[in-house]
Each structure stands twice: as C-alpha cells, then as structure tokens.
T-cell receptor
Framework: NAGVTQTPKFQVLKTGQSMTLQCAQD?????MYWYRQDPGMGLRLIYY???????DKGEVPNGYNVSRLNKREFSLRLESAAPSQTSVYFC?????????FGEGSRLTVL | AQRVTQPEKLLSVFKGAPVELKCNYS??????LFWYVQYSRQRLQLLLR??SRESIKGFTADLNKGETSFHLKKPFAQEEDSAMYYC?????????FGAGTTVTVRA
C-alpha cells in the first residue's frame, strides 16, 4: 500500500520555466492538499480539493494552479517559476481524522 | 484571521528532562486540534489529536479553550523524540499548520 506518492522528488528549474508536480493516493480519500514548507514559516496551504471535481485556494495560491484529475490524482502546476517558489512541496490526502503526507518534492528555482 | 502560533522555533533538552511545546491558536468556531511530527528522513505524520485524549509515545496535549492553547508535553524526553513538531488546528476541510518547533534531545 503506497499511500501518497509524489513525483518528482527533486527538480531544478530556471526562472520562467513551467512544471507540474504530480500526486496520487491509493486510499480512496475524498480530500487532497498541496502545502509548501519553508524554514521558519512551517507548512502553508497552497490549494486543496475537498472532493473530486472541486478545488479551492489556500493561504498562498498565487503563482500556482491545480487540477483534480480524478479521485486519486491532484497535480500542482507552476506556469512561470520564480525564485520565491523554491521550497519543499508536500501533497496530502485526508482520511478519517488525519492527513497522510507524501515524501515531499524539493524544488529549486534559479 | 485564523492564526496558529508556536513561539519556540528551537527547543533543546537533555534526555530524561521534561519537554513542553507551546501552541496558541486564534480560530473561528471550535476547531479540532492536532499535533504532527516529522522525524529525520521520514514523512510528516500524525502524533495525536485532542479528541482522542490518548497519550502517544508518552506525549499528551491539553486543550485549553479559554486560553486557546494546545500545548504538547512529555515528562521524560528521549533521544528518539528529536524531530520537528507542528501544531495544526482544523475547521472543515482545511488544516493550518504553525511554523513548527524543532526539538533536539541531547544525551
């Protein structure tokens, strides 16, 4: 049972490039989330999807887009990467009473 | 505005000493409260939630609605408790996380 799987684990981009972070869960959860983790700022919610077919903005949505492709998959897209988006990104899905996290994706924007 | 405050960024204690991680929140309604932990090279995972009233790995957390606090405590810290700890209130679908406290337990 893989739980929450994120790809890629590491990525280096140049300013202005685009990329998509992929996330999939195999626990049949309705809700999925994207967070970013920065030193001294903890985890901040970028976007979430309460159920298949819906997405909503979190605390820091600017510069990002998401797609809830189906119940399993929730992707995060950076259309034009900026150095301020250098961070570790975590995908999570919500089961009864808790979030289950992926291993994280470390993104560096030069 | 909803806010979670973990005032200590770093906490260093000796093995066997008590440890307390503070968490204060400002939230509408009656949020559910959680503590999550991230050990080195592991995923973030749930440590405990206030409604379960359990003690996990020797940790307990007391919800004080009057002070809007949810401090995490352990009477005797162990080296394996070294990790990053996040306080997380939740309303509906959204969990907000504090900035986190890095705990180092020294032998």
């Amino acid at each position: 049972n893989a739980g929450v799987t994120q790809t890629p684990k590491f990525q280096v981009l140049k300013t202005g490039q685009s990329m998509t972070l992929q996330c999939a869960q195999d626990m049949n959860h309705n809700s999925m989330y994207w967070y970013r983790q920065d030193p001294g700022m903890g985890l901040r919610l970028i976007y979430y999807s309460a159920s298949e077919g819906t997405t909503d903005k979190g605390e820091v949505p600017n510069g990002y887009n998401v797609s809830r492709l189906n119940k399993r998959e929730f992707s995060l897209r950076l259309e034009s990467a900026a150095p301020s988006q250098t961070s570790v990104y975590f995908c999570a899905s919500k089961g009864p009473g808790e979030l289950f996290f992926g291993e994280g994706s470390r993104l560096t924007v030069l | 505005a909803q806010r979670v405050t973990q005032p200590e960024k770093l906490l260093s204690v000796f093995k066997g000493a008590p440890v307390e991680l503070k968490c204060n929140y400002s939230y509408s309604g009656s949020p559910e409260l959680f503590w999550y932990v991230q050990y080195s090279r592991q995923r973030l995972q749930l440590l405990l939630r206030h409604i379960s009233r359990e003690s996990i790995k020797g940790f307990t957390a007391d919800l004080n609605k009057g002070e809007t606090s949810f401090h995490l405590k352990k009477p005797f810290a162990q080296e394996e408790d070294s990790a990053m700890y996040y306080c997380a209130p939740s309303n509906d679908y959204k969990l907000s996380f504090g900035a986190g406290t890095t705990v180092t337990v020294r032998a």
